[in-house]
C-alpha cells in the first residue's frame, strides 16, 4: 500500500521498495509521464542532487524518428565531420603558433 502526502504544488508518494531494490511507480506518475509496462525509466541526477525520473522510449516508438524531421542540409554527414575536424584543426594550430 502507499501513502500520499499533499503539499504546496506537488504531490508526493511513498511506496516500498524490495530487497531487490524494486518499486513500483504510483499509476498517476506513470500516466503524467507516458510511462507504460513493461518499459524503462531513466533516473538522472541533477548537480543540486535532485533524482529525475524520466521516460526511455522504447526502440519501435525511436524508429523513423530521425526520418520524421526535416534535414538542415543535404551534406553527408561524413563530409560535415570532414569540414568540422578541419576547422577544429586550423583553430588548435592557430591558438599553439600565437602562444610563442
Partial sequence: ???????NDSEKEIVAVTKHGQATIPKRFREKLGIEAPGKVLFRETEDGEVIVEQVRSPSEMRGFAARSEAS????????LKEKRDQDRKERDSQFSTVE
Avoid at 542540409?73 to 560535415?80: F, G, N, Q, V
Wanted: aromatic share 0%; net charge negative; proline share 7%.
Fill in 73 to 80: 542540409t543535404d551534406k553527408p554527414a561524413s563530409e560535415i
Fill in 1 to 7: 500500500m502507499s501513502k500520499t502526502e499533499q503539499s
